[in-house]
């Protein structure tokens, strides 16, 4: 917002006054967009941009004191990424001098973009298209569908269809909201982060070791395993808890493995 900007580069101000001192460089977000990119980028001092994964990493390893090389699995809502999607699933393998992608979440669209990262109906629609297509929008049963009106799912399927104003992304904060909607948990938040926070307090009424299945293909973790376990479990009226437990043991277990792969001591 203007006012959230206007504080951010008094902040600025106030500390080079209180400190007495003058930036030799400045450090941002990779993001083009972010005013916060475009302030630093204006400005007279040597620029560095920092990919949004990679300096999450760096501060974990910083505060735990940690060398590289480590595997970091940065996971959180939304990031831009090297390859000009949004990142949000990752396992970085972080070097001496940088940083290597070693493996993401399968990636889906997010129809209305922004929206959707409010909506977590929308996640659910963009996961659902990119295993069945078309198809899906005369699909019985499905949780996230009969949220929308038949005029919606019709320029839903149209935005999906054509890739328009639907961003692609590897996010298993995005991947949370669309199981929290499959499973009728949530459909539209009121906070960031409230879908995955309903479906992790469901998880703690259920106590299990079992998960879903998934499949790795190279660098891609595929959730597509588990989504139509997640779909056979609601038609069998599986308790919510129950799927929201074995959800995140299957993050787990995804987590696992691909350390395993990565064979990092850290």
């Known amino acids: 917002t203007v006012s959230s900007f206007e504080a951010f580069k008094r902040v600025v101000s106030d500390f080079r006054k209180l400190y007495d001192s003058v930036p030799e460089m400045v450090a941002c977000d990779l ?15 040597p620029v560095v941009q920092v990919q949004h994964h990679y300096a ?11 060398d590289a090389p480590v595997l970091a699995v940065t996971w959180d809502g939304t990031g831009y990424g090297l390859d000009g999607t949004l990142w949000g699933g990752e396992f970085l393998n972080i070097t001496e001098n940088g940083f ?13 973009g922004d929206l959707a990262i409010k909506e977590p109906r929308r996640a659910a629609l963009g996961l659902l298209y990119g295993i069945f297509g078309d198809g899906l929008f005369s699909m019985d049963g499905l949780v996230p569908l009969a949220e929308f009106s038949s005029g919606e799912r019709a320029v839903l399927k149209t935005v999906l269809h054509e890739k328009l104003n639907a961003p692609v992304t590897s996010s298993a904060g995005r991947l949370f909201d669309a199981v929290a909607s499959l499973v009728g948990l949530r459909q539209q938040t009121r906070y960031e982060g409230q879908s995955a926070m309903e479906l992790e307090f469901a998880s703690e009424s259920c106590v299990t070791d079992e998960s879903y299945p998934f499949q790795t293909i190279g660098s891609i973790i595929d959730w597509e395993p588990m989504v139509h376990e997640i779909l056979r479990d609601q038609r069998q009226d599986v308790r919510i808890g129950r799927i929201a437990a074995k959800f995140h043991n299957t993050l787990t277990e995804m987590i ?3 350390a395993r792969k990565a064979d990092l001591k850290k």
Do not use: I, W
């Open 56 to 66: 999450h990493a760096l501060s974990c390893m910083v505060e735990n004191d940690l």
């Open 31 to 45: 993001h083009p967009g972010y005013m916060s990119t475009q302030y630093a980028v204006e400005r007279k001092e």
């Open 100 to 112: 290597e992608r070693f493996a993401h979440l399968r990636t889906f669209t997010l129809p209305g």
């Open 256 to 258: 696992v493995d691909t």
